[in-house]
């Protein structure tokens, strides 16, 4: 897991603002990159991804943005709620054959 | 919500027993993966296959032993279980090798007493 280094490791904010969780990889070839939402004792999920043909994308509060040139990409969420609340994981297919993930960083979002 | 069914869920049992858990994938994917997920969360993969054929193997005691039967299921067997293998044992499955379509299974709580 070395690869993807992901931060911060936790993190709180008040419900309504926002949230900002940055990864960076090591491996130029890296093309495909998709965030995991885990909810406690749930499966992690796929909710956004990024391909590295594409500088941002959107949906609805959630969007990621990749920097393929400084090999870093950020999760951000607006109007948090405490749905949010969760582990976040990010990952990176390295050598096309190998998604490796993120530390993981564990959200709270306060009422 | 079955795409990737692993079994069973919960599994407690003592120290030096040899243990099995089953994963099944509905999805009609090519790539399975064994994923370990300890007390801090971290998702360390452990095997990979594709095609029924062992593509990733990464630095896992040589107690832990997959096996593909097909390109639906991927097994995990544990010989001589220890203390420190207890942690949540995620299955999953991808389109091909890129990562595309990656999905979990519900995962497995192994607790060795």
């Known amino acids: 897991g070395e690869n993807v280094e992901q931060h911060p490791s936790t993190l709180s904010v008040q419900e309504g603002d926002s949230a900002v969780i940055k990864c960076t990889y090591s491996?130029?070839?890296?093309?495909?990159f998709p965030w995991y939402k885990q909810e406690l004792g749930k499966r992690p999920q796929l909710i956004i991804d990024i391909r590295s043909n594409v500088g941002e994308k959107k949906d609805q509060r959630i969007a990621v943005t990749l920097n393929k040139t400084a090999k870093h990409f950020s999760l951000h969420i607006t109007e948090t709620q405490p749905e949010d609340s969760a582990v976040y994981f990010c990952?990176?297919?390295?050598?096309?054959?190998?998604?490796?993930f993120g530390a993981g960083t564990r959200l709270t979002v306060k009422p | 919500d079955t795409a990737v069914s692993q079994t069973p869920k919960y599994l407690v049992t003592q120290m030096g027993n040899d243990k099995s858990i089953k994963c099944e994938q509905n999805?009609?994917?090519?790539?399975m993966y064994w994923y370990k997920q300890d007390s801090k969360k971290f998702l360390k993969i452990m095997f990979s296959y594709n095609n029924k054929e062992l593509i990733i193997n990464e630095t896992v005691p040589n107690r832990f032993s997959p096996k593909s039967p097909d390109k639906a299921h991927l097994n995990l067997h544990i010989n001589s279980l220890e203390l420190g293998d207890s942690a949540v044992y995620f299955c999953?499955?991808?389109?091909?090798?890129?990562?595309?379509?990656?999905?979990f299974g519900s995962g497995t709580r192994l607790t060795v007493v």
């Open positions: 999953a499955s991808s389109r091909g090798t890129n990562g595309y379509g990656y999905t």
């Open positions: 491996d130029s070839a890296s093309n495909y």
């Open positions: 999805l009609g994917h090519d790539t």
């Open positions: 990952a990176g297919v390295l050598n096309n054959n190998d998604m490796r």
